[in-house]
């Protein structure tokens, strides 16, 4: 790591990574077709989202923070259950 992915070890335990990307990661395979959802969400290829999911890559801190709102979104969606 350098730089940036540095600082993302810095400011988040390892422990919060991994569990958020853990939580992304079983949120993508619950449906097909959702890596490309949180892609788009955040501006990146699926290749990318797969590599940090994976922990081959640590995003630079501008997709740290994206990822992190991206999965309170989720959350929140899922707590309030489906829309009727």
Do not use: C, H
């Amino acid at each position: 790591m350098n730089g940036i992915s540095d600082m993302i070890g810095r400011m988040a335990p390892p422990d919060e990574v991994d569990q958020l990307m853990s939580e992304l990661l079983a949120w993508r395979r619950a449906e097909r077709g959702r890596g490309r959802e949180l892609a788009a969400a955040i501006g990146v290829t699926e290749q990318v989202v797969s590599n940090w999911l994976y922990r081959r890559k640590t995003p630079s801190l501008k997709y740290w923070l994206a990822l992190v709102a991206f999965a309170k979104k989720q959350r929140r969606s899922k707590s309030r259950g489906p829309a009727l």
